[in-house]
Nanobody, 123 residues
Framework: QVQLVESGGGLLQAGVSLRLFCAASGRTFSSYTMAWFRQPPGKVREFVAVIHFTGGMTSYADSVKGLFTISRDNAKNTVTLQMNSLNPEDTAVYYC????????????????WGQGTQVTVSS
């Protein structure tokens, strides 16, 4: 129903900014709430940010509020995560996820996932 592909990850030094991209295939992209999750090495997957399928609401993990921004462009079937002031604690595999008509910060509620993109931040 929807396929997701993340891109934009890489190796960076602390303090810099990076933008991640998620490209979605399918004709019903606008009906999907889109979220970003991340999984640091050796840790469980955690919520980062979510944008409602209407585009009218966003929510962020406390750890990234004021630093990360999620946005979507339904005309291009894309969702982005702008990450500023990166810290080594932000090192993780970042995943894009989709949940039709949803509103959740739990990974268990998302039905579709991308393959992930690695973000590594060195001090």
């Amino acid at each position: 129903q929807v396929q997701l592909v993340e891109s934009g990850g890489g190796l960076l030094q602390a303090g810099v900014s990076l933008r991640l991209f998620c490209a979605a295939s399918g004709r019903t992209f606008s009906s999907y709430t889109m979220a970003w999750f991340r999984q640091p090495p050796g840790k469980v997957r955690e919520f980062v940010a979510v944008i409602h399928f209407t585009g009218g609401m966003t929510s962020y993990a406390d750890s990234v509020k004021g630093l990360f921004t999620i946005s979507r462009d339904n005309a291009k079937n894309t969702v982005t995560l702008q990450m500023n002031s990166l810290n080594p604690e932000d090192t993780a595999v970042y995943y894009c996820a989709a949940d039709q008509y949803g509103w959740s910060t739990s990974s268990h509620d998302y039905d579709y996932w991308g393959q992930g993109t690695q973000v590594t931040v060195s001090s």
